[in-house]
T-cell receptor, first 112, second 113 residues
Framework: KQEVTQIPAALSVPEGENLVLNCSFTDSAIYNLQWFRQDPGKGLTSLLLIQSSQREQTSGRLNASLDKSSGRSTLYIAASQPGDSATYLCAVTETSYDKVIFGPGTSLSVIP | KAGVTQTPRYLIKTRGQQVTLSCSPISGHRSVSWYQQTPGQGLQFLFEYFSETQRNKGNFPGRFSGRQFSNSRSEMNVSTLELGDSALYLC????????????FGPGTRLTVL
């Protein structure tokens, strides 16, 4: 059974700092991995999608990597800003049951 | 291009009642997925519809059902509501596949009293 975990559960950093969020999954049989952000009480916004054949994706200050063999993904945020404060979730689409499994999220707070 | 819309945004029901939630996907998107989000269980996949057919299903009881119309709009129904059904229900649309980038709506906050 696929399990997705995220470390840390919460993170507080000063503005301008570079940071890394971690996502781990137990079954490497995935189609892809997505990173989302969720603002309080709101829906999810897709940040990056990495296909299983890819190693990384970049969008602006965000860079996500995928190591399928070790079951890990990282989301790197450069030069963090207060507007980056949100909960970040990773999700894998598994091939066995065609379901999307989400991690519990990392709550990020960027202090001005 | 308009995003994913969900109605209503907030609902209050009592135990035993049933509820129907609606989701309108982004124009041109044919896949609609539903998720339940609670503080204890996080985000859990309910089901996915494509071309009016349920294509995938999560581990939820039969009280949770859905359907999709020919214009790709989708509805989700929960019968015999329980207190534990209180949650944020999110729908997401994608072009064709569950593996495509998913775009989420703002959610419907359901409170069961």
């Amino acid at each position: 059974k696929q399990e997705v975990t995220q470390i840390p559960a919460a993170l507080s950093v000063p503005e301008g700092e570079n940071l890394v969020l971690n996502c781990s999954f137990t079954d490497s049989a995935i189609y892809n991995l997505q990173w989302f952000r969720q603002d309080p009480g709101k829906g999810l916004t897709s940040l990056l999608l990495i296909q299983s054949s890819q190693r990384e994706q970049t969008s602006g200050r965000l860079n996500a990597s995928l190591d399928k063999s070790s079951g890990r993904s990282t989301l790197y945020i450069a030069a963090s800003q207060p507007g980056d404060s949100a909960t970040y979730l990773c999700a894998v689409t598994e091939t066995s049951y065609d379901k999307v499994i989400f991690g519990p999220g990392t709550s990020l707070s960027v202090i001005p | 291009k308009a995003g994913v819309t969900q109605t209503p945004r907030y609902l209050i029901k009592t135990r035993g009642q049933q509820v129907t939630l609606s989701c309108s996907p982004i124009s041109g998107h044919r896949s609609v997925s539903w998720y339940q989000q609670t503080p204890g269980q996080g985000l859990q996949f309910l089901f996915e519809y494509f071309s009016e057919t349920q294509r995938n299903k999560g581990n939820f009881p039969g009280r949770f059902s859905g359907r999709q119309f020919s214009n790709s709009r989708s509805e989700m129904n929960v019968s015999t509501l329980e207190l534990g059904d209180s949650a944020l229900y999110l729908c997401a649309s994608s072009l064709a596949l569950l593996t495509d980038t998913q775009y989420f709506g703002p959610g419907t906050r359901l409170t069961v009293l």
